[in-house]
């Protein structure tokens, strides 16, 4: 009679690393035990035992190499290159300019933050904009900084006609400027490992022309030049240092009683088809002492041309009654400019000849940063400069005078 006891299947070996179980759905799942001594899946099912297998092997080999992360990290980390890698330098750009903060820690100022805007707009998006941050090259860079322009865009409101033409040094260096300090941002962020923008020198430029300066009598000939009800805004801005900006904002209530204080405190500017009043540039406010010899003309000023109320503009727009607009003083400015024969000169430059003759005047370096409300050196040496010019002129005097005293002597020798 024959046996009907029957033998045991064999068993699979057992697995020295990692388990392998098929699915009800026919597919293989793959597991193991890492390091960290918790169970890590495939986060993928395979089709075939031994592509679930050899998911396994790399597994294994990347524990003896120790340089082992769990799927599920590695997996987050390739999604978070892949995000870095779609993020455009023109959305990302908006996001930098729009959360920077200044030096001390505020919020840029509005004007900066629609210089930056501005520059991105005309000059840097049309190259760099659809492109990814982190495919931006030092080639890249050097190719557009060769090419991007440098000249002006014809004012809207401008009637000239014709090719503007007007070239622009400093557009250049400053679109340079913002571009790196994006990238600069990226690289803090991670999305890059180094700044392509290491163009050397490329921020140094050179004016398109010295500032203007006017002499004393200049400045008085001009003053005359303008409309009565516009003549004391030359003799604050030339004698005090004033930018437009200021001048425009200036109330009876900025003056002390006789004149001879001025606060600076905000300044008018035109953006975006509207004034905006805000504080001054760089937040350069604070007090200027008049000169003694234009206070009676200030005082004169607010006597015939002023309203008594405390907060009275003292030099409104013609036009308006309200604050003044930047190009009807301009064009105002300019017919006055052209009158004395100075059709060079521009309402920014009355600043440049405030420093000038404080400078002149034997101010020291930290004496015209106070007087022009400058929070560092760099800019007061502008005038300092300017001042130490004269010193041809300074040496032709003193030899003209020596000559005099010689002949004097001569005379009185040979009588």
Not at 87 to 107: C, D, H, I, M, N
Not at 211 to 216: F, I, K, S, Y
Not at 251 to 266: G, I, K
């Amino acid at each position: 009679m024959k046996s009907t006891t029957r033998k045991p299947k064999r068993r699979a070996p057992r697995r020295s690393f990692g388990r392998i179980r098929q699915l009800p759905s026919g597919r293989w799942q793959a597991s193991y035990l890492g390091p960290d001594l918790q169970t890590h899946k495939a986060l993928d099912t395979f089709d075939t035992k031994g592509r679930a297998e050899g998911w396994i092997a790399e597994e294994r080999k990347l524990i003896d190499l120790e340089i082992w992360a769990s799927p599920a990290a590695r997996a987050a980390a390739l999604t978070a290159e892949q995000q870095q890698a779609d993020v455009l330098f023109r959305q990302y750009a908006e996001k930098v300019v729009a959360t920077r903060v200044s030096r001390r820690g505020k919020p840029l100022a509005r004007r900066t933050v629609d210089s930056y805007n501005y520059l991105l707009r005309e000059h840097i998006n049309p190259t760099f904009g659809a492109t990814p941050v982190a495919d931006i090259t030092l080639e890249m860079v050097r190719d557009w900084y060769s090419s991007v322009s440098r000249v002006r865009p014809q004012g809207r409101k401008s009637k000239s006609s014709g090719t503007n033409s007007a070239d622009v040094p400093t557009t250049r260096a400053r679109a340079y400027e913002v571009l790196r300090m994006v990238c600069n941002v990226a690289v803090d962020d991670g999305l890059i490992d180094k700044n392509p923008c290491r163009i050397k020198g490329a921020t140094a430029v050179q004016p398109a022309h010295d500032a203007t300066v006017l002499a004393p009598a200049e400045i008085d000939a001009l003053a005359t030049a303008m409309p009565p009800e516009l003549s004391a805004s030359v003799l604050l801005a030339a004698w005090c240092g004033l930018r437009p900006s200021e001048t425009f904002e200036l109330r009876r209530r900025n003056l002390n009683a006789d004149c001879s204080v001025m606060t600076v405190a905000f300044a008018a500017t035109y953006r975006n088809g509207e004034i905006v009043i805000d504080r001054p540039k760089a937040g350069s406010d604070g007090d200027v002492v008049l000169p003694d010899h234009i206070r009676p003309a200030i005082r004169r000023h607010l006597e015939r041309h002023v309203a008594p109320a405390a907060d009275s503009l003292l030099f409104p727009d013609p036009a308006t009654g309200e604050t003044m607009r930047e190009w009807v003083y301009r064009r105002i400015f300019n017919k006055a400019c052209a009158a004395i024969g100075r059709p060079d000169f521009r309402p920014g430059e009355q600043r440049h000849t405030g420093g000038t003759v404080a400078a002149q005047a034997g101010g020291t370096l930290p004496e015209v940063m106070e007087r022009l409300r400058h929070k560092t050196p760099q800019a007061a040496m502008r005038y300092q400069k300017i001042a130490a010019g004269r010193a041809k002129k300074l040496a032709t005097n003193i030899s003209e005078l020596a000559k005099a005293t010689d002949k004097t002597d001569a005379d009185q020798r040979n009588p």
